[in-house]
């Protein structure tokens, strides 16, 4: 277990990588999740007519 907790430790700079990791996910999802949002409303729009 000391192995996984030096793991997200990272040598005393756990505290800045892992917040980065987690912004840097949190933006790739959201560049993913947007565009899909849009084209859906797009053929849910141009499928009615």
Excluded at 16 to 22: I, L, N, T
Aim: hydrophobic share 45%; proline share 4%.
């Amino acid at each position: 277990m000391t192995a996984f907790s030096n793991f997200l430790h990272m040598g005393g700079y756990g505290c800045y990588v892992w917040p980065a990791y987690g912004s840097v996910l949190t933006l790739l999802l959201v560049q993913w999740l947007i565009p899909l949002r849009r084209w859906h409303i797009f053929l849910r729009k141009h499928t009615d007519e």
